[in-house]
């Protein structure tokens, strides 16, 4: 072995020792651990977006159809944001306990502001001559759905969802609380323990997460509404 690798060793080691904030040597050691905190980060997020879209979309469909109860959905769903995390956590208590299944409960109700908005209107920015068109075609109330109005509202909802799934990522973290925080664990554990590298390795894996997770859903957005992609390069010409 040759003295410059000595010391280039003996450097990545002592980076360690000295708490630096950059440290090779941490990813490298810590690697295992650094991938499952951000498996669970990821799957907590997934799962909590997914049945959020599920509950969120019922619930718009039924203040869209009935407009006396609009105001109050929205105005609940807007109420549920506003509550603090720590709050949240400590009313699902009793009803999850210290699982993972406090969290994304959590994380869905928090969810359904962004969602149950983007989803009305995208709905209410469809075209009323494409409705027409649609029942005069013989179209009925669910196909309309489903083949026109859906469709045309893909853009809003599809920004709906990409903004719930950043801001999930970025909330996950504080399930840490209850140690289901994904990489919100290791963040608490290195503040706590003033372990500046772990603290920005996982800090920084967080917004990665997000940016990567943002582009996989505008690249979903643009496969799904080809249309606007016409649209754009009409308005350039």
Known sequence: MSPGWKVTEQAAESCLAANDWICGEYLRTRSQELTEATLQHVWI???SVLIGLAVAFPVALLARSRPRFAGPVLGLTTLLYTIPSLAMFSLLLPFFGLSAALVVTGLVLYSLTILVRNIMA???AVPAEAREAARGMGYGPVRMLWEVELPLALPALMAGIRIATVSTIALTTVGALVGKGGLGN???DGVQTTFKAQVLAASVLCVLLAAVADLLLLG?????TP???IRTAEAKV
Do not use: F, H
């Not at 979903?220 to 799904?224: D, F, G, K, M």
């Open 45 to 47: 997020t997934v799962a």
């Open 227 to 229: 249309w606007t992609r």
């Open 220 to 224: 979903a957005q643009r496969l799904l």
């Open 186 to 188: 290791l963040i608490d």
């Open 122 to 124: 995208g709905l209410d």
